[in-house]
């Protein structure tokens, strides 16, 4: 990609990206995977279901709200904006 080179900022902070031109809002001028991504301690201690790759949820909110409350007809408002199909999820991209 073009718009940026690596420079030594200083001794101390060493190598940083630079700008070479003006980016747009959004655009994006970097991806890379982790080296290392985990879920928190407590995810295992309460059963959150998430990618262990990803950390995408794989239940709704209100899954997990009926699951940790222990009710299970608790309906939680707005709950039609959760936009991610659970369904078509098998392995992560």
Known sequence: ME?????????????????TQK???????????PLVSCQFAWNAAYRYLACDYCMKPLETPEQNVRRLSCKPDIV?????????????ITSCD
Do not use: M, W, Y
């Not at 718009?3 to 190598?15: A, N």
């Open 3 to 19: 718009g940026f080179e690596i420079r030594l900022t200083s001794s101390k902070k060493g190598k940083g990206l630079c700008a």
């Open 23 to 33: 980016f747009d809002q959004g655009d994006v001028i970097l991806e890379e995977d």
């Open 76 to 88: 939680l408002p707005h709950s039609d904006r959760f936009d991610l199909n659970l369904e078509s």
